[in-house]
């Protein structure tokens, strides 16, 4: 007997339902904040059973986790320019588009939400910033190899990002191309 196993389709509707349910978190996030909402009203939104959520991510703060990580590693692509100055100020552009699109504070918010999580919670977030590091350092690392100077991931967090993400968090004026140019140049 030739039972035949159905086809796996990458990209089919697992990948549908997750995609989904990420745009169910960042619109719950962006509506209600971090912690007013359930994974039950996550998987209303996504139109999904709870038991769906529980049994691909275990719990919200997983979820949430996955959200953050999917979202930084999309959006913020490391540039190979050519020169460290070409790849920071590139990055740095893409990052000013990701923090201030519909999505941006948002996802701020859940990044520091997490550090509040309890254990759990902590541990997202440093794997958020491990990530964020091993981009920046697989950048820093190619200058490095050119022969070029080039600062420590923490200095471009210090430098770039951080100045980036407390505007954009506090309402504290556009992040222009001048003024991420500046960022950058500052830190060179």
């Keep these: ?112 939400a997490l550090s509040s999580m309890g254990q759990q919670g902590l541990q997202a977030r440093d794997d958020l910033l491990d990530e964020r590091t091993r981009q920046l350092q697989s950048m820093l690392d190619r200058a490095r190899e050119r022969g070029e100077p080039a600062p420590d991931a923490f200095g471009v967090l210090d430098h770039i990002l951080a100045p980036m993400y407390i505007r954009v968090l506090l309402g504290r004026g556009p992040l222009t191309p001048d003024y991420v140019d500046g960022l950058v140049d500052r830190l060179l």
Excluded: C, K
Excluded at 25 to 53: K, M, P, Q
């Design 1 to 112: 007997m030739n039972e035949r196993q159905p086809a796996r389709r990458p990209g089919g509707r697992s990948a549908r339902v997750g995609a989904e349910v990420h745009q169910a978190v960042t619109d719950l996030i962006s509506e209600r904040g971090y912690g007013n909402f359930t994974v039950g009203e996550v998987a209303a939104r996504a139109g999904v059973a709870d038991s769906s959520i529980y049994r691909r991510w275990g719990s919200l703060e997983s979820l949430l986790t996955d959200v953050a990580l999917t979202r930084l590693n999309a959006q913020s692509p490391m540039p190979d320019t050519g020169s460290l100055a070409g790849d920071l100020r590139a990055y740095a552009a893409n990052v000013a588009r990701e923090i201030t699109g519909p999505d941006g504070l948002a996802l701020l918010r859940l990044v520091i």
